[in-house]
């Protein structure tokens, strides 16, 4: 099974707006992380958020997390076509063990 | 430096057959995990290797077996295949007890 729900599902938006996918988790964990993929292929790493953080900026990236609420967000500004990608967060209990994905939600950005 | 690579790129294969996959780690790494990826679905993690061991594992059955060799490259293995089967596999490196893993392109499998 899965320890995460994203919402939405599918997002679909004009470029320069700005896209914020939720992920909620189930149980404590050491790390939070956001993963993007393009077609059904490989994932790549987009930021990683400890437990003990916040908040983390990557370029157009902001992640939130709330500890308290077990739910982390993000939050891609000016989006892009190139952005149109399936995100997916994944938590990790144990510092590089498994990760534990949620479903993902899946943007569509139209130029 | 090359990234994780994984071969074949795509596979199909019969029902009750046997497969078996193969994941190079990026340079430098040496531990692997194997996901499997069903359509529409997000990763579900199958097992992690270190120092050759099987360190973790998922809720995946014997069916599912691994390997990992002195060099830290790394097999899956699928004996009995089903339909069920049929999936992106991924592999992912990383540093052992770091936090950031790497992922390969993935292997189609399609059972038929």
């Known amino acids: 099974s899965q320890q995460g729900e994203e919402d939405p599902q599918a997002l679909s938006i004009q470029e320069g707006e700005n896209a914020t996918m939720n992920c909620s988790y189930k149980?404590?964990?050491?790390?939070l992380q956001w993963y993007r993929q393009n077609s059904g292929r490989g994932l790549v790493h987009l930021i990683l958020?400890?437990?003990?953080?916040r908040e983390k900026h990557s370029g157009r990236l902001r992640v939130t997390l709330d500890t308290s609420k077990k739910s982390s967000s993000l939050l891609i500004t000016a989006s892009r076509a190139a952005d149109t990608a399936s995100y997916f967060c994944?938590?990790?209990?144990?510092?590089?063990?498994?990760?534990?994905f949620g479903q993902g939600t899946e943007l569509s950005v139209k130029p | 430096d090359a990234g994780v690579t994984q071969s074949p790129t795509h596979l199909i294969k019969t029902r009750g057959q046997q497969v078996t996959l193969r994941c190079s780690p990026k340079?430098?790494?040496?531990?692997v995990s194997w996901y499997q990826q069903a359509l529409g679905q997000g990763p579900q993690f199958i097992f992690q290797?270190?120092?050759?061991?099987?360190?973790q594992r998922g809720n995946f059955p014997d069916r599912f077996s691994g390997h990992q060799f002195p060099n830290y490259s790394s097999e899956l293995n699928v004996n009995a295949l089903l339909l069920g089967d049929s999936a992106l596999y991924l592999c992912?490196?990383?540093?052992?007890?770091?936090?950031?893993?790497?992922f390969g392109p993935g292997t189609r499998l399609t059972v038929t």
């Open positions: 994944a938590t990790e209990y144990n510092q590089g063990g498994k990760l534990i």
């Open positions: 290797y270190y120092e050759e061991e099987e360190r």
């Open positions: 340079s430098g790494h040496d531990t």
């Open positions: 992912a490196s990383s540093l052992n007890g770091k936090e950031e893993q790497y």
């Open positions: 958020i400890r437990s003990n953080e």
């Open positions: 149980t404590s964990i050491n790390n």
